[in-house]
């Protein structure tokens, strides 16, 4: 076992290069500028495995704290999704929430209006801590999903790369969406995801919260679904429970019941939530955020480092073939300039912090 994550370790090295550069192509992604992680660290480890264990599919852990087995990826592409940002080799998940997303691209499409689903990242290989972007998503339980709809056009591996998010907010305003963006069929989306039972979380944007209570006028039931969180303006965030039978998987405290739309989202429009963080006292040394180790997720993590990799991403997708595979049979003509089409002013890939809402 030791052999084998070292074989891992060494690998990172290799594709630090490789990766970087992958993930300045990502437009407005400031996630992108941090700090590469350590050699050694479970962030460095899990980043660079590129295929999934054999066996079952289970999570274990958090959501913000673990790695699973047995991983299945979202197919590149489907009659109504497209996934994107091939290159982080982040489109692995428990097939129940890839079941999930097909299920939803399906459903939105054929009853609320929306063409299909842009999938953003959902989980690595394995699990585990990310180079970047997200605390969470490491059990293959958290999903995003953009707030762009797919076009009807099949984007080509650059394009999946560079097609800019789109905010929901608008430019120059606090928590203010903006109209000229927002629309019914986002609303119908958003409580699409939010019906289904096996979905626990959705987190969107505080403006985006405040807007589906202020004109959400169908059934409110599953409402208290959507969480406001930081960031996601551009896409949302699903999170779904933890399979039955999962015994290594650690669950998150129900939503509370109600609506949501109460003193909990009214606080992210005060300036507590966004006040700078309080300096040190004179004379006190800053304490450096120490790495997370594979030591420090759950005990089956390094087993699952350990363990034999699948045959092929092939073997391992979700009733599809590989993305390189499906962009060569089917390459895209380039996207003819269309009036009235533009994007509106772009949003940051969202700090992901929605470990406790």
Request: glycine fraction near 8%; hydrophobic fraction near 40%; charge should be positive.
């Amino acid at each position: 076992m030791a052999l084998r994550i070292a074989q891992v370790f060494r690998s990172f090295v290799q594709l630090t290069l490789a990766g970087t550069i992958g993930a300045g192509l990502i437009a407005g992604d400031v996630a992108a500028q941090q700090k590469q992680p350590s050699p050694g660290s479970a962030k460095a480890i899990f980043g660079s495995v590129e295929l999934p264990s054999q066996g079952p599919a289970e999570p274990y852990g958090f959501y913000a704290k673990g790695c699973m087995t047995g991983a299945v990826a979202l197919p590149t592409d489907g009659p109504t999704w497209q996934a994107m940002r091939l290159s982080r080799n982040r489109r692995w998940g428990n097939p129940a929430m890839i079941a999930l997303l097909e299920q939803l691209s399906r459903d939105a499409a054929k009853y609320d209006g929306w063409p299909g689903l842009l999938v953003g990242d959902i989980a690595q290989p394995r699990g585990g801590p990310m180079f970047n972007g997200h605390a969470s998503h490491q059990i293959g339980l958290d999903a995003d999903v953009w707030l762009t709809p797919m076009p009807s056009r099949h984007l080509t591996a650059e394009q999946r790369e560079t097609l800019p998010f789109t905010t929901m907010l608008q430019k120059g305003a606090f928590l203010t969406i903006n109209p000229n963006v927002w629309s019914e069929s986002r609303a119908r989306l958003l409580m699409r995801a939010a019906s289904y039972p096996q979905v626990e979380r959705i987190f969107v944007n505080p403006a985006i919260k405040k807007k589906m209570c202020d004109t959400w006028t169908g059934d409110r039931t599953n409402l208290g679904k959507l969480r406001p969180e930081y960031g996601h303006d551009s896409h949302f965030h699903i999170r779904i429970k933890c399979p039955p039978g999962a015994a290594g998987c650690k669950p998150q405290a129900p939503v509370v019941a109600g609506d949501g739309c109460d003193k909990s989202l009214a606080w992210w429009f005060t300036k507590e939530p966004w006040a700078a963080p309080k300096p040190p006292k004179p004379g006190t040394k800053p304490v450096k955020p120490r790495e997370v180790m594979v030591s420090d997720l759950p005990k089956a993590c390094a087993a699952i480092l350990a363990a034999p990799s699948v045959a092929s991403v092939r073997a391992a997708t979700y009733g599809g073939a590989s993305a390189a595979e499906s962009l060569a049979v089917a390459p895209a003509a380039e996207p003819a300039a269309t009036s009235g089409e533009a994007l509106p002013a772009l949003g940051p890939v969202p700090d992901d912090k929605p470990a406790d809402q």
